[in-house]
C-alpha cells in the first residue's frame, strides 16, 4: 500500500503541474470573454484533472481487475489521451516562457534591476498561448479519430513466397494469418464480427492465428467466441499462444486460480475448434506430400516470457521439405529461429502491433515500434528464410488505432520455377 500512495502522489503532483501551466493559456486566451464564459471555460478544464485524480485514486486503492476490461481499458486511455495532449501545450509554452526569459536577462542589464522592477511587464505572447492550446487539442482530436475510424478499419495485405522446396501439391495455397485479437479491448462487436468476414471472404486453405487472445484474462474472450469460431478453412485453423495469455500482467489470489485461468484460455481455443500447438507440430498433407506447421508458447527475447520448446516442437519434422513456424515475438527469429533452425523456412509472429501508430506511404515505414524491434512489421527475409509479422487485429491500451490500421495478411505459397 505504501507503494501504491507513493504512485498515487507522484501522478498527482505530475499532472497538476501540467495542468497549471497550461492553464495559464487558458487564463490568457480567455481573458477578454465574458465573465459568464470566462468563468465556464476556466471551471471545464480543471473537470478533466479531477476525474483524473479520481481515477488514480480509484486504480491505487481499489482492485481495478473486478471490473469489466473494457472499462478499464478507457481509463488508462482517458489518462493517457488528456496529458498526453496536454504536454505539446506545455512544449509551445515553455518556449514562449524561455524567449520571456532572454527578453527580461536583456531588459535587466540594458536598463537595470531598479527601473524593470518599477513597472515594466513583460507579458505572455497571445499568439503562442492560442498555439499551445491548438498543440493541445490536435493530439487529443488525433487519438479520438484513431478511435472512432482508426480501431477497425481492417486492411487485407497480400505477400507471395516462392519457397525453393515447396511440394507441388501445395503450390498456390493461401494462409490467413492473423494476430494480437486482444478480445478485452474491444468496444465495437459489429465491427470484430465484420473484420472476420473480410478475411472469411478471402477464402485462405489454412489460417494462422499467433496469440495474445486476451490483454489479462480468459474471461475477456468469452463474448467473442461466437465470432472467431466462425473462423474456418478447408486445411485448418493453427493458433498458439502470446504472452498476453498467460495472465502474467495482473494480480492472482493463488497460483491455482491463475492456472484456472490459462486453462479456460486453452479452452477457449478449443471451443472456436482452433487447434492450438503447445510446442508440437501438425503435418498437413495434400495428394501424399506434406508440410510441417510448428506452433510454440510464447518465446521472447529480453524480458518477455519464455514459454516456448522450439526443439519439442520442432521434433519429428526434420524430414518435411517445408516447415511453417508460428511464434508470437518476431525476437525470436534472430534470438534462436535463424541461429539454430535454418531450415525453418517461414515463420508468422506479431505481438509489436506496429506500435498501433505510425506512417506507410508506398514502401516508407515508420513507427516508435521500430526503436523496439529489428523486425516489427510486414515481410523480412535472411538468405532462404523468412519472417512475416502482423501488425494485429486488436489493440491494447490505447483503445484505437493511428496510421497503422489492423491488418489481416493473405499470403500464398508457390514452387520456385
Same mark, same amino acid.
Given at each position: 500500500?505504501?507503494?501504491?500512495?507513493?504512485?498515487?502522489?507522484?501522478?498527482?503532483?505530475?499532472?497538476?503541474?501540467?495542468?497549471?501551466?497550461?492553464?495559464?493559456?487558458?487564463?490568457?486566451?480567455?481573458?477578454?470573454?465574458?465573465?459568464?464564459?470566462?468563468?465556464?471555460?476556466?471551471?471545464?478544464?480543471?473537470?478533466?484533472?479531477?476525474?483524473?485524480?479520481?481515477?488514480?485514486?480509484?486504480?491505487?486503492?481499489?482492485?481495478?481487475?473486478?471490473?469489466?476490461?473494457?472499462?478499464?481499458?478507457?481509463?488508462?486511455?482517458?489518462?493517457?489521451?488528456?496529458?498526453?495532449?496536454?504536454?505539446?501545450?506545455?512544449?509551445?509554452?515553455?518556449?514562449?516562457?524561455?524567449?520571456?526569459?532572454?527578453?527580461?536577462?536583456?531588459?535587466?542589464?540594458?536598463?537595470?534591476?531598479?527601473?524593470?522592477?518599477?513597472?515594466?511587464?513583460?507579458?505572455?505572447?497571445?499568439?503562442?498561448?492560442?498555439?499551445?492550446?491548438?498543440?493541445?487539442?490536435?493530439?487529443?482530436?488525433?487519438?479520438?479519430?484513431?478511435?472512432?475510424?482508426?480501431?477497425?478499419?481492417?486492411?487485407?495485405?497480400?505477400?507471395?513466397?516462392?519457397?525453393?522446396?515447396?511440394?507441388?501439391?501445395?503450390?498456390?495455397?493461401?494462409?490467413?494469418?492473423?494476430?494480437?485479437?486482444?478480445?478485452?479491448?474491444?468496444?465495437?462487436?459489429?465491427?470484430?464480427?465484420?473484420?472476420?468476414?473480410?478475411?472469411?471472404?478471402?477464402?485462405?486453405?489454412?489460417?494462422?492465428?499467433?496469440?495474445?487472445?486476451?490483454?489479462?484474462?480468459?474471461? $475477456?474472450? %468469452? +463474448?467473442?467466441?461466437?465470432? !472467431?469460431?466462425?473462423?474456418?478453412?478447408?486445411?485448418?485453423?493453427?493458433?498458439?499462444? /502470446? #504472452?498476453?495469455?498467460?495472465?502474467?500482467?495482473?494480480?492472482?489470489?493463488?497460483?491455482?486460480?491463475?492456472?484456472?485461468?490459462?486453462?479456460?484460455?486453452?479452452?477457449?481455443?478449443?471451443?472456436?475448434?482452433?487447434?492450438?500447438?503447445?510446442?508440437?507440430?501438425?503435418?498437413?498433407?495434400?495428394?501424399?506430400?506434406?508440410?510441417?506447421?510448428?506452433?510454440?508458447?510464447?518465446?521472447?527475447?529480453?524480458?518477455?516470457?519464455?514459454?516456448?520448446?522450439?526443439?519439442?516442437?520442432?521434433?519429428?519434422?526434420?524430414?518435411?521439405?517445408?516447415?511453417?513456424?508460428?511464434?508470437?515475438?518476431?525476437?525470436?527469429?534472430?534470438?534462436?529461429?535463424?541461429? $539454430?533452425? %535454418? +531450415?525453418?523456412?517461414?515463420? !508468422?509472429?506479431?505481438?509489436?502491433?506496429?506500435?498501433?501508430?505510425?506512417?506507410?506511404? /508506398? #514502401?516508407?515505414?515508420?513507427?516508435?515500434?521500430?526503436?523496439?524491434?529489428?523486425?516489427?512489421?510486414?515481410?523480412?527475409?535472411?538468405?532462404?528464410?523468412?519472417?512475416?509479422?502482423?501488425?494485429?487485429?486488436?489493440?491494447?491500451?490505447?483503445?484505437?488505432?493511428?496510421?497503422?490500421?489492423?491488418?489481416?495478411?493473405?499470403?500464398?505459397?508457390?514452387?520456385?520455377?
Amino acid at each position: 500500500m505504501r507503494n501504491r500512495m507513493i504512485t498515487l502522489l507522484f501522478f498527482t503532483v505530475i499532472f497538476l503541474v501540467i495542468d497549471f501551466y497550461v492553464y495559464q493559456a487558458v487564463v490568457g486566451v480567455t481573458k477578454e470573454f465574458s465573465a459568464t464564459a470566462r468563468n465556464l471555460w476556466r471551471i471545464a478544464f480543471w473537470i478533466p484533472t479531477v476525474l483524473s485524480i479520481g481515477a488514480l485514486l480509484w486504480w491505487v486503492l481499489d482492485d481495478p481487475y473486478r471490473y469489466n476490461a473494457n472499462f478499464r481499458n478507457w481509463v488508462i486511455t482517458g489518462l493517457v489521451a488528456t496529458y498526453f495532449s496536454k504536454i505539446f501545450g506545455v512544449v509551445v509554452l515553455f518556449v514562449d516562457d524561455l524567449g520571456r526569459l532572454v527578453k527580461w536577462a536583456k531588459t535587466f542589464f540594458e536598463k537595470g534591476a531598479g527601473e524593470l522592477l518599477a513597472g515594466e511587464s513583460i507579458t505572455r505572447s497571445e499568439f503562442l498561448m492560442k498555439t499551445a492550446l491548438v498543440a493541445t487539442a490536435v493530439p487529443f482530436g488525433t487519438m479520438a479519430f484513431g478511435i472512432i475510424s482508426g480501431a477497425h478499419d481492417y486492411r487485407v495485405k497480400r505477400v507471395t513466397l516462392t519457397l525453393p522446396n515447396l511440394p507441388k501439391s501445395f503450390d498456390g495455397i493461401t494462409i490467413g494469418h492473423i494476430s494480437d485479437i486482444h478480445s478485452g479491448s474491444f468496444w465495437n462487436k459489429t465491427a470484430v464480427e465484420g473484420g472476420v468476414d473480410m478475411l472469411l471472404d478471402q477464402k485462405p486453405d489454412l489460417i494462422f492465428f499467433t496469440g495474445d487472445l486476451v490483454n489479462n484474462e480468459a474471461a $475477456e474472450v %468469452k +463474448d467473442y467466441i461466437d465470432i !472467431f469460431d466462425k473462423v474456418k478453412a478447408p486445411l485448418g485453423v493453427y493458433s498458439v499462444t /502470446g #504472452n498476453h495469455d498467460y495472465g502474467d500482467y495482473r494480480s492472482w489470489s493463488s497460483t491455482r486460480e491463475k492456472q484456472n485461468n490459462f486453462k479456460n484460455l486453452i479452452e477457449a481455443h478449443s471451443l472456436m475448434n482452433y487447434n492450438l500447438l503447445m510446442n508440437e507440430n501438425r503435418m498437413i498433407t495434400l495428394n501424399g506430400e506434406s508440410i510441417a506447421v510448428i506452433g510454440i508458447e510464447n518465446w521472447g527475447a529480453g524480458r518477455f516470457s519464455k514459454y516456448g520448446k522450439l526443439d519439442q516442437a520442432y521434433r519429428g519434422t526434420e524430414g518435411a521439405p517445408v516447415k511453417l513456424l508460428l511464434s508470437h515475438d518476431p525476437s525470436h527469429w534472430d534470438a534462436q529461429v535463424r541461429t $539454430e533452425y %535454418k +531450415d525453418i523456412d517461414v515463420m !508468422f509472429a506479431g505481438h509489436t502491433h506496429g506500435f498501433q501508430f505510425g506512417v506507410e506511404l /508506398g #514502401n516508407f515505414q515508420w513507427s516508435p515500434s521500430q526503436y523496439a524491434y529489428k523486425q516489427w512489421a510486414g515481410l523480412y527475409q535472411q538468405e532462404n528464410q523468412y519472417l512475416y509479422v502482423n501488425r494485429g487485429y486488436g489493440y491494447i491500451g490505447y483503445p484505437g488505432r493511428i496510421g497503422m490500421p489492423p491488418e489481416l495478411t493473405i499470403i500464398k505459397l508457390q514452387v520456385q520455377s
